[in-house]
């Protein structure tokens, strides 16, 4: 097995999912996230090649840590999944400082992750990084403002990222995930992933949007949803209970 997956924000949702896609196409998986037991359960579900280190994606020191150690352990990976996001919706009491928190796990840590793999090895092997971003990065809504705010940011730096390291040979990308993730069959964590494992392939694109057929097709020719925001999630909500 000669090449390696670093999945952060390895969860059960899209975090299972991309470690799977990747395990079933011949990686080593290592899997990143806060919750240790949980960690240890994923990867024994998985089976053999999949290792985890535990790291906290908001505190920059611990996840550069956590890099150091898997570098260390298991080598200079060929692809990084950043899968971090906090998704829960706004509470009635939301503050600046639940802003700044939030931003720390949603973009920061991304750049955190970007930055620290980025090293000669990382060019060597012509690695890839690639974000899990939202549909919220384009068509904000209220109720889950930090989110909308965090998306828009992740697609910002991955478009900087993207042409900052291509001359290295390093590719950034960015899934935008416009659907709840298992909500339908069609946002399956395991029908994403697959976007994943395409973009890894191809690297011919910066970005590319998971959504639903119908609403890809009203996009106009600007690649912008003709609709206001409330409108697109009432389609993309529509849609999932069609699809059930």
């Known amino acids: 097995m000669n090449k390696t997956a ?16 990747f395990k079933n196409e011949g990686f080593k998986v290592v899997l990143v996230a806060r919750n240790e037991q949980s960690l240890k359960e994923m990867a024994e579900h ?65 750049y955190t992750t970007a930055t620290c ?9 012509r690695g890839a990084i690639i974000f899990t971003g ?6 904000p809504a209220d109720g889950f403002i930090p989110l909308s705010l965090d998306k828009a940011a992740l697609r910002t730096l991955a478009y900087i990222l993207h042409d900052k390291y291509k001359k290295h040979g390093i590719f950034v990308g960015i899934v935008e995930v416009c659907g709840t993730i298992n909500g339908s069959p069609y946002f399956s964590a395991d029908n994403i992933a697959e976007s994943y ?9 910066c970005e590319y949007a998971y959504e639903t057929p ?14 206001k925001s409330a409108e697109y999630w009432g389609a993309v909500y529509k849609f999932s209970l069609e699809d059930k």
């Open 46 to 110: 998985l089976g053999e090649a999949v290792f985890f280190k535990t790291a906290d994606a908001s505190d920059a020191a611990n996840l550069k840590n956590a890099i150091d150690e898997i570098k260390n352990e298991y080598g200079t990976p060929d692809v990084v999944l950043y899968n971090v996001g906090i998704t829960t919706p706004d509470s009635d009491s939301l503050t600046a400082e639940t802003l700044v928190e939030h931003f720390k796990a949603d973009v920061a840590g991304a």
């Open 134 to 139: 939202g549909g919220l990065a384009m068509y």
């Open 214 to 227: 119908e609403l890809s097709a009203q996009q106009n020719e600007y690649g912008t949803f003709e609709n």
């Open 6 to 21: 670093v999945v952060i924000g390895a969860g059960s949702g899209l975090g299972l999912g991309l470690a799977k896609k």
């Open 197 to 205: 494992w395409r973009m890894y392939l191809t690297r011919d694109k």
């Open 117 to 125: 793999f980025s090293d000669e090895q990382f060019v060597e092997k």
